[in-house]
């Protein structure tokens, strides 16, 4: 997550990591508002994630806790909202492929 936020967004690590902090509150303003009201960056971070979502899955599948799985569709879930159209439909997109995925290699078994 932290390498396709700095790609999309020009960010430094700790730029991005500190997107994530507080639950992902900073991060979910702007996916739902832009990045000075562009949303070319937002656009290409749900882009490269569904590109790399089988990817994502097996990453997630090595924490027994399963906390990642919870974060990462906590942090994702404010796309929905976003004030372009195509963003939010981006987002749905992602997170529904992220679900079939988890359920093709049983993520969700005892997770949420």
């Known amino acids: 997550m932290l390498l396709v936020l700095c ?6 690590p700790k730029q991005a990591m500190s997107l994530l902090t507080n639950s992902g509150k900073y991060l979910a303003h702007i996916l739902v508002k832009g990045v000075k009201g562009q949303f070319d960056p937002v656009l290409g ?4 994630c569904y590109t790399y979502s ?9 924490d027994s806790s399963k ?12 796309g929905v909202l976003s004030k372009s159209q195509e963003v ?6 992602l997170l ?6 988890s359920m093709k290699v049983n ?6």
């Open 107 to 112: 993520l969700f078994t005892d997770c949420c």
């Open 7 to 12: 790609k999309n967004m020009e960010l430094k």
């Open 45 to 48: 971070v749900f882009q490269d």
């Open 54 to 62: 089988e990817k994502v899955v097996a990453l997630f599948g090595l």
């Open 88 to 93: 939010a439909l981006w987002c749905g997109n």
């Open 96 to 101: 529904q492929k992220l679900a079939l995925e």
């Open 67 to 78: 906390n990642n799985l919870r974060s990462f569709f906590t942090i994702m879930v404010p």
